[in-house]
């Protein structure tokens, strides 16, 4: 692992890594916030997944996170939306290949050998970070933003021992039926759909819910609301009883200024379901 | 107007009023709590609505809302649920009749005479406390319970100039479509069920939805929820991007002991739709 930068920021440090990745077959980037004070068995940890089109970068520079990460002393982890290099396969379209890798495994060509997102996310990341940095597996929240609400939500129903929270903003909520969601699958997965279900929050919400509480924020006036779908899942989760809130946030765009004016809520209840409020 | 008693209640006064009604032909009765320093250009009202079975006492005595009211600086009118008195029609189930009112006006027999607990809460009781106390109808929240959040949430929509938000637990919100609400709507307003859709928060969310804000709470484990139908609600105003709030509480029911652990934060919702955070 190689440092990109550290940089102080409020009293924590906001870092930037490089490595070599197995699932992914490339070099994968990422950020990290430790706030002051980091301590493996006191200090929350946050995934940041970020959306269509972003790297580790975006949520690390717009999101306002680290003023509130410091504040209430969690860490975030800001992964890269998918892999990156000259010898990764891309496509023309903002929402197929690099920055839209939909955090699953792709089984199909050309993007099976790269776009192991879902095993990059799953499980080495985050073996890389509990064993570099003074952070423990025990308290771990999810949270994301678009696509990576999706990758999130779905993240977290799929390893719900690992995660005592999740949250979302502006979730792509049932991609099964939407067209983000329904391209991408038929080219990373293939014809059969079955295969898709698993990454699909209103599906894994109707089969297995998630066993902590989840927090959703949805922008009214989000130009992409009718591809999110957040009323499937709303759906889903009062059928199911899920614990959780849904907030239709007036007037809210999928900005990043709607991120902003809503993290500290999210780093709160993340912190809260850790035990540390 | 008669009062039938006026306590002093941290630094305010819980008053219970008894008038004689023109839209239940009978005598009623209802609560009001004014906080200290009550004044017509500054005290938020919140209405409070209450359940099946309910007099204007449970909410009164049993939600803790005066604690907060008190805090916050707003007043609570709590009115019954239904007209009252030996010459009032009633039924032996305790689902219709007195303490079953359901915030319609009745066109059937036996109910029409009495029944007209939609005029007395929208147009009867308001005139008689915004004439009577120092308070403004300018600055007016509805929340209500279980037949009670079924009564905000159809008041509110169809009175958009007269509520700047409305609130409920664990609100009746779908009643043409379940048992709490079919046999009712059945009894006082026949068979044309065209005629019920105006009392069904569902239906009218879709139609016309609400101008202000929002808030709902509703307990995962409350032994009615499948007569409430939480998810309809959910699905309509993600349909029709309602601003609001739609929590699922993990483990709570439908008692006052739910209400008590939330009416703070209804409060503060209402005081902030008001302009008074």
Known sequence: MEIVSENKCFDGVQGVYKHKSTSCQ?????GLFLPADCRNDATPVIWFL???TCTHENAM???MAQYFANRHRVAIVFPDTSPRGDSVPDDEAYDLGKGAGFYVDA???PWAKNYGMRKYIESELPKLIFSSFPLSPELQGICGHSMGGHGALTVAMSN???FR???AFAPIANPTKSDWGRKQFLAYLGEDESVWERFDSTILMKETGFPGPILIDQGTKDPFYDLLMPGSLMQAMADVRQNGSFH???GYDHSYFFIMSFIESHIKFHRQAAGKS
Chains 1, 2 share one sequence.
């Open 26 to 30: 490339c070099d994968m980037t990422f």
């Open 50 to 52: 970020s959306g269509l």
């Open 61 to 63: 520079l717009k999101s």
């Open 107 to 109: 089984t199909e060509e």
């Open 160 to 162: 719900p021992d690992r």
């Open 165 to 167: 929270s999740v949250s």
């Open 248 to 250: 239709l946030r007036e």
